[in-house]
């Protein structure tokens, strides 16, 4: 149950592996920080999905003001991100491994994958952010390729899989996970799936 | 606050006007019905987004469970819905008011309406879906003309001005709110924004 707010929290704590990168914000914040960048400079409109809870109780204090005192997180049924950049839809699922050798694939749901596969059959941009903190690199992978290696029952992908079937995301200051310099790139190949 | 969970529950309670109403299943239930039925499909993949939610505090039972018991609502950032159809980009907000004669303009929020904008500019479909309870119709509303009355300072719009300026959703038993009609017929005559 990866991926889940008890578990981001773990993943996000102080460790060996994050100590030695040159930043350590969880990815989560800066893919947020570069979503509120690419909206400021006018350029896209992607955001991250609330999570969804299922509530059970709320205290109606006023008029205006409601408490939520009993809840429960549920499973999301689609990926974190979506959104618009030059006319085009724009969906991805973002994730992190402190793992030095290799990126398990039960870190992303097969409904997200299937989401994923869906998404392409539509003609909009499906892709993943991987991230190994380790190193300190973050992976732009085409949705197609991920799902060929989920489809052949890979359970496991290493890391030298990343640098050769993924594309580095550069960080900027202002954009710590410019995730549109690789769509960019992509597009001017005409490799844009 | 219109639009509010705590304001929805009220504009859902029965009421003369629901009452004259074919069906009186609300609105959001319908689209999320439609929504399913496209994913069936194999047409479109549109979500309603979970409504933001600043969570304080979390009991954990176990490793797997999570109970929240403080948590409160947020003001959302965008518009309820949006998703994929045909590689074009959707993006809508829905309303239902049950007001013989009019709508009034602070049913839907600001930075809805700019949001709507944004997309126009990003050269996807943008658009309102609103109901009239009283009338059981309910409306497409192409963003654009929307965003026309609210610049021009419009406080009110009339029920006339969404049978002049909007398009009659139609109504079926596996879509009941079938806006993929419309926007099929809007693209048919190269009318679609």
């Known amino acids: 149950m990866i991926g889940y707010p008890n578990c ?8 060996k592996a994050n100590s030695q990168s040159r930043r350590g914000m969880p990815l989560e914040d800066e893919i947020n920080t570069t ?10 409109a992607v955001y991250k999905k609330p999570i969804p809870i299922n509530i059970v109780k709320v205290q109606y204090q006023s008029r205006q003001t409601a408490k939520i005192t009993e809840a429960y997180y549920q499973m999301p049924s689609t990926t974190d991100y979506n959104g618009i950049y030059q006319s085009q839809y724009l969906d991805f699922e973002a994730k992190q491994t402190d793992s030095k050798t290799s990126m398990p694939m039960r870190m992303i749901h097969p409904h997200q994958l299937e989401h994923l596969r869906r998404v392409i059959r539509y003609g909009g941009v499906a892709f993943l952010i991987i991230r190994f903190t380790y190193y300190d690199q973050t992976f732009y992978v085409p949705a197609a390729v991920m799902l060929a290696e989920y489809d052949a029952g890979v359970k496991t992908i290493k890391h030298e899989w990343f640098t050769t079937n993924g594309f580095l995301i550069p960080y900027r200051y202002l954009a710590p996970v410019d995730y549109l310099s690789v769509i960019d790139q992509l597009k001017l190949e005409d490799k844009l799936q």
Do not use: C, G, I, V
Request: net charge positive; proline share 6%.
């Open 8 to 15: 981001k929290k773990k993943s996000t704590a102080p460790s």
């Open 35 to 44: 979503n509120r960048y690419y909206l400021d400079q006018d350029r896209a």
